[in-house]
């Protein structure tokens, strides 16, 4: 009973934190939303630094570029998809979640859902 | 003269691995005539790479490999440290801490004479293996054709103590897990077997993941401060890949661990002994290739990528092999209680495997898709922040609860006392967080990592006896490590989400304020050293109109090579650095970025009490 009590306690905790911080996070202003996203796109000029970070001419020059689109309201993704079509999908450090890169993003939770069933079979047996 | 003895002893240590495999065959030899031979071969490679560094420390042109990477303008340290700093030398380099944990190995006592000889030839396999390639792909001990008396030198980057020192660590514990790669081999070859050799293994293992993490931390901490970018992690491919052995090898060490609780999981703990090593050689075959920075720089390297990738094939392949052959006889059943230290230990370990697996995913997952669509895509820090760490999270979730767990039963000690103190402390943050700025990932981090803190702190002051001799510190060591691990978690998290960045323009004598702390940019100084010029921004600190500091920032320029390298200026203080990049001038005005990094000090503190209680574990049976 002791450890219900600790860990349902420990695990509301998180949740609630969990939620009160992504509602605070839902609206930044402009400045937060650049920065968000020009720390997940890759300075081409560079050697594996983001644009954020970088202060390459490319850089400053895709820092504007997304500022003013999102000041013309575009989302994240619309930004995402045309700086992919215009410099491929490379500028992405983190990659598209479609179709094609869903072994990529699966790959982890596949793994955790045979081991968990590995484990449990395992232990069954026994 | 260096060079052809430095190439014969090399050549001759390769013959005598040679004559100790086929001996096998022909004649069974005795363990004392192996434990001779195989510190004869040690020797002769130690004869050869220092030979490598003589000729690097005379400045000995007419060796090629010291011609490219060479100059006679480089402070000594500088040429020591310029043997590894080029392919042909790191190689050797590499054979050469094959051959010290070959010596040091042949001295171990209790082990069944067999299993001894097996591991010793596997590892001789090992050692003609990297032997041919240096031969024949990267021999560092080439003539050079024309007689030139200076050499091209040294990569102005590579230029700095830190880097001297971590390709030798780094490689330490890389090529320590080949040690237990043979053991777990040669126990699975061995016929009449018991586990005398977890024991052995459990002592290399945290040797060699004692150094790595040593290696990487210098590193990182290079980048921190070299790189200019204010940060100490990328999830570049290159760290990456450094990763990938020290999380496997960690779940090693860990496995190892539960020799103690009676209950022996042989066959996990030979696979990942196959896999901790197969990965350093991937590794290996990742940078040496060259083909991290693109998959077509491969056709320019095409020899050398593919010796190593056929040795990573051969060695790998023939580990699992006979892992898949020969199953070890399954020790006692495993019962898995709800919960206790075991199946904590099982969970995490499990976990730990995931998270190597994700990382191997995302660094090779580019490659993947370039050879096949010709794409050209990128998976950096965003995917590996939001994979990695959350399926870390319930690891330390665990590591926290530790403490409290017993082996056997599925009894918790003192439950009570641990809730109310984590539900106080969960508090304490988050009544602290209210005031400050708020984050999610920061909230998580810093619970979890001060959870982990405060039960192992706990669990030393009522579990034990105080009385500071050396066996309370073996005894208590475990939870050493871990606070280690959380005051790491507390660095991390600070000076991940709560970092702060400021640029300014400005001339000479102007100031600025950040927070608290008032900064003048005082003047720049430029200078003439050995073998760069400099040119350094001096910032005066002060706090409450009391000067506390200076710190100097600024570039290098390396004429020989043409180079120009960021020196940041970093002002360390416990509870933040502050970190100082001099930019570009534009007429008067120089662009001046400050970056404030709280808590980046918890991070290397963190990873020096891991270090430390890497090393008392090793002398703990």
Redesign the interface.
Known sequence: MKLNLFSKISIKTLLFFCFFGISLSANENIEEKVKKLTLELRCMTCQNQSVYDSDADFSNDIKNLVKNKFEEGESEYEIKKFLAERYGEYILFRPFFNYNNLFLWGFPFILLTISLFFLIFKTRKK | MSSLIGFLSLIAATGINFVLLSSKIFINFNINKYNTLVRFSSILTFISFFSLMYAYITSDFSNFNVFQNSHTDKPLIYKISGTWGNHEGSMLLWISILSIYGFFFSFTKKIDIELKKLTLLIQSFLHLLFSFFIIFTSNPFLINSVVVTEGLGLNPILQDPGLAIHPPLLYAGYVGYSIIFSLAIASLLNKNNNEEWLYIAKKWSLVSWTCLTGGIALGSYWAYYELG???WW?W?PVENISLMPWIAGLALVHSLLMIRGEQVLKRWIIFLSILCFSLSIFGTFLVRSGILTSVHSFAADASRGLFILLIFFIITGFGFLVFLLKKPETSK????LF?NKFSAL??NN?LMI??T??VL??TI?PIIVEVLTN?????????FN???IP?MIPGF?LMS?APILSWQTNK?RS??N??IF??LI?LII?IQSYFSK???WG??GL?LGSWIIFASLFAVLTSYKLNFNFRFFQKVNPHIAHIGVGIAIVGITFSSVFKNEFTYNIVEGENFKINNTDIVFDKIETTNEKNFQSLRANFLISKNKKVIGNVKAGKNYYPVSKMITTEAGIFHEWFRDVYFIL??QKDNEW?V?VHVNPFVSFIWLGVIIMVYSGLIGVSRR
């Open positions: 970018w204010g940060g990328f570049d059943p495993i019962t898995l919960i099982i969970f499990i995931i998270a697996l994700t995913l995302g997952y794409k050209r895509i990128s998976v950096g820090a965003p995917y939001s994979t990695v399926i979730l609860i918790i439950a009570r641990y809730v984590f539900i969960s988050v708020f984050n999610t909230i998580v619970i930019g570009e662009l970025k």
